[in-house]
């Protein structure tokens, strides 16, 4: 597997990946209307939709494709280079990494979304939605992913 998880305990990395990942969708779906907040999963249904996948898969596609997502994604957490730089450790460790992950995210979409990329505008419209499920995805990540004891 090379050098790319090289330093990563990596059945840890797959079970809290594929866990925050779950999480993530779970309280975004569960959640949905919470003072306002959540259900950002309908608008990426929505978009799926009129892409022309078909209705009963669209749900499926999603939240398989989140998962995708979390695996790529929580590998940078979980990178040494990264992982020893995050202060505290465990969930403070995976909140920080997270909230650091939406700030990249959103100054990633804005230029995208300002350039023409409709797609974009779905992370940008609700910030604080996606802020936060960006720090459950972290927090989970750093509660349950444990490095190499040679960290």
């Not at 779906?29 to 999963?41: A, K, N, P, R, V």
């Not at 465990?90 to 979409?109: D, E, R």
Request: proline residues 5%.
């Amino acid at each position: 597997m090379g050098e790319v998880i090289r330093g990563v305990n990596f059945p840890s990395y797959l079970i809290a990946s594929f866990l925050a990942g779950y999480a993530m969708l779970g309280v975004d779906i569960m959640l949905d209307g919470f003072l306002g907040l959540f259900g950002t999963y309908r608008d990426y249904m929505e978009v799926m939709e009129g892409w022309g996948v078909p209705e009963e898969q669209v749900f499926l596609l999603m939240a398989v494709g989140h998962q995708i997502n979390s695996f790529l994604l929580g590998i940078f957490f979980a990178h040494p280079a990264i992982y020893s730089r995050i202060p505290s450790g465990g969930l403070i460790k995976g909140l920080i990494f997270g909230f650091v992950w939406n700030v990249l995210v959103f100054l990633v979409a804005i230029p995208l979304y300002l350039g023409g990329a409709e797609f974009m505008g779905l992370i940008l419209k609700d910030p604080l939605s996606l802020t936060l499920l960006h720090m459950i995805w972290g927090g989970v990540l750093g509660l349950l992913y444990s490095p190499p004891r040679s960290l």
